[in-house]
């Protein structure tokens, strides 16, 4: 059976409070090619330039709108199961990407 995804929402001051688990000793103690050997178990090799895909601090907040789709395009979306809004966004914010990178579509 699939995983339910669960999405769950903080506030800066929420993260703030979270206890801090990682063990920093062992972390600084590990050598980088046993971290690259980690990553490359956990999910293959990295590419060049990953560090640069990294995006730090709160996401500004989403809008409520209402917006009129195909009919063939939601359910192409909705059958892919729950979460359908959050992947729509997600193509639409892959979208705007590309293009203020300068790729053409």
């Known amino acids: 059976m699939a995983k339910k995804a669960r999405i769950v929402r903080y ?3 929420q993260i703030a409070k979270l206890p801090d688990e990682t063990d920093w000793q062992r972390v600084r103690a590990t050598a980088e090619d046993e971290v690259e ?3 490359e178990e956990d999910s ?3 590419s060049d330039g990953w560090e640069q895909t990294i995006i730090l601090g709160v996401p500004e907040p989403k809008k ?3 917006i009129r ?3 063939g395009v939601l359910r192409w979306f909705k059958a892919l199961g729950p979460g359908y809004q959050t992947r729509i966004n997600e193509v639409l914010a892959a979208f705007v990407k ?3 990178s300068g ?3």
Do not use: C, F, V, W
């Open 103 to 105: 790729a053409k579509t």
């Open 98 to 100: 590309s293009q203020q």
């Open 69 to 71: 789709l195909d009919a």
């Open 11 to 13: 506030s800066t001051e």
């Open 44 to 46: 293959g090799n990295l």
């Open 64 to 66: 409520d709108i209402h």
């Open 37 to 39: 050997r980690q990553a």
